[in-house]
């Protein structure tokens, strides 16, 4: 069965602390994608999310609350199953409830760019004018982005961080058109899009 192997990918580079870090993401993800495939479900992806230092509290069903230790990650599992399309969340604070998807747009761009997502991965910021010392680079970007994507056959990742998609006047990135174009990108912007369109419509709750 496949796993999901965010170990010295994404996750695990964060800090870990009691029950809401990184480890127990990552457990809760890989639990539900392993509950999926033993249902017969072959075609999903995840989506991890996360910015360094962002902590966020939320209060629980049961009135309890929860606070995302060192650095709050944000995830979100999509899946075909029996002809529909579902997407949960899973974050430091646990599962959601899946809500099926009325528009096919994510799963069909994802379906029409596979075979770019497997093979051609965004690239680094790179500059004809290159910094000169520690203190050149004034802007800090923290956050970054990983995929791993389960077919029926194989499993394949990607990832990119946020300055790969900056560009400096001053030392300006020769992939910033690229980075900026890719479908990965661009299936971002359609994940983020709907998690908020799910959250503005209270579709999107937790589990407990």
């Not at 993800?29 to 230092?53: M, N, P, S, W």
């Not at 997502?117 to 790179?126: G, P, S, V, W």
């Not at 890719?182 to 899009?193: F, K, N, R, T, W």
């Amino acid at each position: 069965m496949k796993r999901l192997l965010f170990i010295g990918f994404f996750l695990l580079s964060v800090t870990s602390f009691a029950q809401n870090d990184a480890q127990y993401v990552e457990g809760l993800l890989r639990d539900y994608v392993e509950g999926l495939q033993a249902d017969g479900v072959t075609e999903i992806f995840v989506r991890a999310h996360k910015c360094e230092g962002n902590v966020q509290r939320f209060m629980l069903r049961d009135g309890s609350w929860c606070t995302s230790n060192g650095t709050y990650i944000d995830t979100a599992v999509v899946y075909a199953k029996d002809e529909q399309l579902y997407l949960t969340k899973i974050d430091n604070c646990g599962l959601f409830k899946a809500v099926r998807l009325e528009d096919p747009k994510i799963f069909a761009f994802y379906k029409e760019h596979e075979q770019t997502l497997k093979t051609e991965r965004l690239k680094d910021y790179d500059t004809d004018v290159p910094y000169t010392d520690t203190k050149s680079r004034t802007a800090v970007y923290n956050c970054r982005w990983a995929y791993v994507f389960f077919t029926g056959t194989e499993t394949f990742n990607s990832r990119y961080d946020e300055i790969q998609l900056t560009n400096d006047m001053e030392h300006p990135n020769k992939n910033y058109d690229y980075n900026n174009n890719h479908p990965l990108v661009a299936l971002e912007a359609m994940v983020d899009a709907t998690l908020k369109d799910l959250e503005s419509k209270g579709k999107l709750n937790r589990k407990y």
